[in-house]
């Protein structure tokens, strides 16, 4: 008697453990799939919401009767919000060419959040101020072909739609390819400025105001 109730106990604790090994892998697959599910669900949460980065070279044309584009040097700052889907950055340029300067406030949305390559546009401001130097030939009747040199006061605002790849490396090392394409529709030069000093044609209606925009660099920098 006592040899069957010692066998009736011995089976019955093999089951409950039997049991509650099932129970504990279940749990665990379980967990494992919400934890992937919450993880896909925030992006890459390991990636910082920083990033300070620098351009060598940045193409501008702000202007499409302009002889050539401007070339800038290209310094930013982005700030990733929690949400992981949008961001504020802001470039801040320098001529290489003219005593001229661009910020070009940019909203980014990311539409797949965040990760090691991912792309974003948004809507992105252009404001630019500055010198712009002018020297041309001209003719005059008692001297001849003479260098005229005049200085102008010039701003200008815009409104373009921007797209970015950001690709980040190691963590913490980001590279960027960046263009906008988009609008001037304030521009103080006076009408017909490239037609009249370059003899080039109207393509913009012979109003300097409103003209097509563009603007294309490489960044890299630190993502922290």
């Given at each position: 008697?006592k040899?069957?109730?010692?066998?009736?106990f011995i089976i019955?604790?093999?089951?409950?453990?039997?049991?509650?090994?099932y129970?504990?892998?279940?749990?665990?697959?379980?967990?494992?799939?919400?934890?992937?599910?919450a993880k896909?669900?925030r992006g890459n949460?390991?990636?910082?919401k920083?990033i300070?980065?620098f351009?060598?070279?940045?193409?501008?044309?702000?202007?499409?009767?302009q002889?050539s584009p401007?070339?800038?040097i290209?310094?930013?700052y982005e700030?990733i919000?929690?949400?992981?889907?949008?961001?504020?950055?802001?470039?801040?340029c320098?001529?290489?060419?003219n005593?001229?300067y661009?910020?070009?406030?940019t909203?980014?949305?990311?539409p797949?959040?965040?990760?090691?390559?991912?792309?974003?546009?948004?809507p992105?401001l252009?404001?630019?101020?500055?010198?712009?130097?002018?020297e041309?030939t001209?003719?005059?009747?008692?001297?001849?072909?003479?260098?005229d040199?005049t200085?102008?006061?010039?701003?200008?605002?815009?409104?373009?739609?921007?797209?970015?790849?950001?690709?980040?490396?190691?963590?913490?090392?980001?590279?960027?390819i960046?263009?906008?394409?988009?609008i001037?529709?304030y521009?103080?030069l006076?009408?017909n400025?490239?037609?009249?000093?370059y003899?080039?044609?109207?393509?913009s209606?012979?109003?300097?105001?409103?003209?097509?925009?563009?603007q294309?660099h490489?960044?890299?920098?630190?993502?922290?």
């Open positions: 008697m040899k069957i109730i010692l066998l009736a019955c604790f093999q089951q409950s453990a039997f049991a509650q090994a129970r504990t892998k279940n749990n665990s697959k379980s967990t494992g799939d919400i934890t992937t599910s896909k669900e949460p390991n990636l910082g920083n300070f980065a351009s060598p070279i940045q193409i501008l044309l702000t202007h499409v009767d002889t401007d070339l800038a290209n310094a930013s700030r919000f929690d949400n992981q889907l949008f961001s504020f950055r802001l470039p801040v320098v001529s290489l060419l005593n001229y661009y910020f070009l406030p909203l980014k949305i990311y797949f959040k965040q990760g090691m390559v991912k792309y974003a546009v948004g992105q252009l404001y630019a101020f500055g010198t712009l130097d002018d041309r001209i003719y005059n009747p008692n001297v001849g072909y003479i260098l040199s200085s102008y006061d010039r701003k200008q605002f815009g409104f373009l739609i921007n797209n970015s790849l950001n690709i980040t490396m190691a963590k913490s090392l980001y590279f960027g960046d263009a906008s394409l988009g001037i529709y521009d103080n006076p009408n400025y490239y037609q009249n000093y003899n080039v044609s109207p393509l209606g012979g109003n300097s105001g409103i003209s097509p925009a563009f294309f490489f960044n890299a920098g630190y993502r922290f």
